[in-house]
Structures are given as C-alpha cells and as structure tokens.
T-cell receptor
C-alpha cells in the first residue's frame, strides 16, 4: 500500500519568514496530493492541492510543488503569520483511497 | 463545499458499552470515510462507508468492533462496540465526491472511555 512520509515533525519560524514542509510517497499510481491545516481542536481544512499533471500551484502565500519522478511534494508558506500556526498534513490519493502523512506542527513566532 | 455534521460532538462512556456516531451531509456524496485521530497524531482511516453494501475496512479494524451503516448518499453511522479506554479518541467523518475530489471533514466526535 501507499506510504507517505512527512518532514519535519515540528517547525518554528519567525513571523515573516518562509516555511517548507516536505512529503514523499511510495505509490507511483497516486495522482492527487492535498494539504490540510488543522488548528487545535478543529477539523482538518483543505488549504491547497495539486494533481499529477501539474508541477506547481500557488494560492496567495501558499504554494505546492510536485516532483513525480522523485515522488515527493512540498508545501511552501511565505511571509508567515501567527495565524499560520497549526498542524499541517499532506496526503496522497491512489485508487479511491487516501493516505495521510504524519503531520508537521508549525509554530510562527511573533 | 459540503456541510457535514456529526452527533454527538463528545461523549464519556463506560467500558464495555457501545456508542453510535452519526454523520449527516447536506448533499449527496459518493464516498464517505471514517477516521480516528489520537491526540497529536495523524488521521487513521477506519473504513470506507459504501452505500448499499458493506463497508470496506482497513487493516486492524473489523466490522464486529466498528460496524458501519450507510443507508443513503447523505448519511452514515459508525458504532464503536464493547469500548475500552484504548478507544478514547476523536472520530471524524469525511466525504468526497470521487477518488480525486476535495475531501471535507466533519467536526469530529471526541470519545472518552472510562
């Protein structure tokens, strides 16, 4: 089955700096890669996603890149703000099944 | 986007009892999933709820312990049976339009087993 590894497990950045979270997957058939943000005590919320026919996608301060050959994808947050502090999960969709990464706890220090 | 509600939002139960969690969606969806999330951990898929047929369970989860119903395209239930303290967790319902569509999560049910 699919295996998704996510790094780092924790990340602290100064407000205004950039944050990068990386994930690798094992199943070359996976074709959809969403990222979720989960604030404490709340449900996971989709923040950005990318499909296998695209190499990069950007939405304001958030971007995701995908390297299908290397089977890894990354989340980039620029100009971080305190409200970006949360746990971020990557995920990889195969055939009607999604596998989540282990999560990255991001702390943005004001 | 789909609006998902779950009942109850939280419960405290005695060991050996069972709890049924309900998930209601405001629109018809193809796929419904049940997840478990331990504090500070990632999401673990319990099963995929299939409309009109038995649920598909992940390794380590069995129907006798986690029976699931899905009578229509907007509703599903998960029962946690014969509970033990190890079942204390947050249980999340999730829906998706297809295998590669946006996945939405319910607010979760926080279960504590004493």
């Amino acid at each position: 089955g699919e295996n998704v590894e996510q790094h780092p497990s924790t990340l602290s950045v100064q407000e205004g700096d950039s944050a990068v979270i990386k994930c690798t997957y094992s199943d070359s058939a996976s074709n959809y890669f969403p990222w979720y943000k989960q604030e404490l005590g709340k449900r996971p919320q989709l923040i950005i996603d990318i499909r296998s026919n695209v190499g990069e996608k950007k939405d304001q301060r958030i971007a995701v890149t995908l390297n299908k050959t290397a089977k890894h994808f990354s989340l980039h947050i620029t100009e971080t703000q305190p409200e970006d502090s949360a746990v971020y999960f990557c995920a990889a969709w195969g055939y009607q099944k999604v596998t989540f990464g282990t999560g990255t706890k991001l702390q943005v220090i004001p | 986007s789909a609006v998902i509600s779950q009942k109850p939002s939280r419960d405290i139960c005695q060991r050996g009892t069972s709890l049924t969690i309900q998930c209601q969606v405001d629109s018809q969806v193809t796929m419904m999933f049940w997840y478990r999330q331990q504090p500070g951990q990632s999401l673990t898929l319990i099963a995929t709820a299939n409309q009109g047929s038995e649920a598909t369970y992940e390794s380590g989860f069995v129907i006798d312990k986690f029976p699931i119903s899905r009578p229509n395209l907007t509703f599903s239930t998960l029962t946690v049976s014969n509970m033990s303290p190890e079942d204390s967790s947050i249980y999340l319902c999730s829906v998706s339009g297809s295998g590669t569509d946006t996945q939405y999560f319910g607010p979760g049910t926080r279960l504590t087993v004493l």
